[in-house]
């Protein structure tokens, strides 16, 4: 039997006989097993109401399936078609489209390749339509001679041009719509004509609102978050029931009481010819037009301005400005060279707050912002609920948020991601 030397340190156990150190990365992992069990939901959520509908977005501005699903004999067949020929496929094109024809008419598929396609080009849903009803007579061949009776534009070479360009899985011609570009017969890209460029303006139109909505809530919001920050505790708690009343109210009931406010037959006006102001026939058209979407929506985001604000001030310490008038600034310099530094961080917190929220506003503009008033999310609506073009409008909500990151990159590389905070 060895003699344990006296020198040799002895191994730290637990009361259960374990030594120290694996006792102690048990409970470490432990530790972490529940702050991950913790933390799961929260992440679980965030996946199915953030990264999932982001990622179906991004999917739906590219997948392009359909046509090639439906017609799937005539996109085989077109393989080995040369369009830049100038002459049209051969009659095996011709019977496989005339049995996709009869075969998506009693599918009822048909319909929706022609209203697909009718983003691309103009008149391909009539065209798919009376083809659908028809082509159920054409039972033997020549088969394109009969297609081209029934309508001329069979034999049109830029109709199956656009067939075989759109039945690849995915494309890139809802990005090309979102800027205003589109493919032409030969398959280059050029731009929409004069009267269907609306896009890349909206979205100029967008950026200018918002940003111009921020500043008027930093004009705003900063002169009401200091009096919070610095009046006596009574008076600044009624400032804020004040700040936040309007959260208590339907955003619809306010967007309604300022165009009762804001109509030309409205209370503003009124007042305004009451005083003598304006003339009976002179009155402002404050609603409907972009004047309208800034104040209503100035007046929505404010409180988002003011809240990060106000926490900001609220940690200065009145003693700053005490201590650089007693170094003889006077009270404009001492604000503005020691208090407005130190407010920052509350300024950007506030402002990449307020314009995110602006940018993709929907419900004030559409009410409010008539034809020169509306952001482009009002156009990624109408495209999901009324022209129910979907991958026109994941194509625009896509770059709405490639847009917004890049405002944030350049945000963190000017100011500083790490000074924004909320208090």
């Not at 033997?140 to 309508?151: G, H, T, V, W, Y």
């Not at 967007?255 to 005083?275: F, K, M, P, S």
């Not at 058209?285 to 003011?306: C, D, E, S, Y």
Request: proline content about 4%; aromatic content about 8%.
């Amino acid at each position: 039997m060895s003699a344990v030397s006296p020198d040799t340190p002895a191994m730290l156990t637990t009361a259960d006989g374990a030594p120290l150190k694996v006792s102690f990365d048990r409970a470490l992992r432990r530790s972490r097993l529940k702050a991950l069990a913790l933390v799961l939901p929260l992440f679980a959520f965030l996946l199915i109401t953030f990264l999932v509908p982001i990622g179906d977005m991004l999917l739906r501005s590219v997948e392009n399936q359909l046509v090639g699903n439906v017609l799937h004999r005539t996109v085989k067949a077109l393989d080995h078609w040369d369009q830049g020929s100038g002459e049209l496929p051969d009659e095996e094109a011709f019977a496989a489209l005339v049995a996709d024809f009869q075969e998506g008419r009693e599918n009822r598929t048909i319909g929706r390749v022609g209203v697909r396609l009718n983003y691309e080009s103009g008149g391909m849903s009539s065209l798919f339509r009376k083809t659908g009803r028809r082509a159920k007579r054409i039972t033997e061949a020549p088969f394109r001679e009969a297609m081209i009776k029934l309508d001329k534009r069979w034999g049109n070479l830029d109709v199956w041009r656009l067939i075989k360009r759109e039945s690849d899985a995915y494309t890139a011609s809802y990005y090309l719509s979102a800027v205003d570009m589109r493919f032409i017969a030969d398959g280059s890209i050029a731009r929409q004509d004069e009267n269907r460029q609306i896009y890349v303006r909206l979205f100029g139109r967008t950026l200018w609102l918002s940003l111009v909505i921020t500043v008027l809530c930093l004009l705003l919001g900063y002169p009401i978050s200091y009096l919070m920050a610095t009046l006596p505790v009574r008076t600044s708690n009624l400032l804020m029931i004040m700040v936040l009343l309007p959260f208590w109210t339907s955003l619809l009931v306010r967007t309604t009481c300022w165009i009762a406010l804001l109509q030309q037959q409205g209370v503003i006006n009124d007042l305004l010819v009451w005083v003598g102001i304006i003339g009976e026939d002179n009155r402002l058209a404050m609603i409907h037009n972009r004047t309208g979407t800034i104040i209503a929506m100035t007046h929505i985001l404010l409180p988002f301005m003011v809240l990060p604000l106000y926490s900001v001030m609220k940690t200065i310490p009145p003693s700053y400005l005490r201590a650089a008038r007693s170094l003889g600034a006077n009270p404009f310099t001492a604000f503005v060279r020691v208090y407005m530094p130190n407010t920052v961080a509350g300024v950007g917190a506030g402002s990449i707050l307020v314009f995110i929220i602006a940018i993709g506003y929907y419900i004030t503009p559409a009410l409010v912002g008539g034809t020169s008033g509306t952001l482009i999310s009002n156009f990624i609506a109408h495209h999901m609920q009324v022209s129910l073009n979907w991958g026109l409008a994941a194509a625009l909500g896509a770059l709405l948020l490639a847009a917004v990151l890049a405002l944030y990159v350049l945000y963190d590389k000017i100011v500083g991601i790490d000074n924004m905070k909320l208090g």
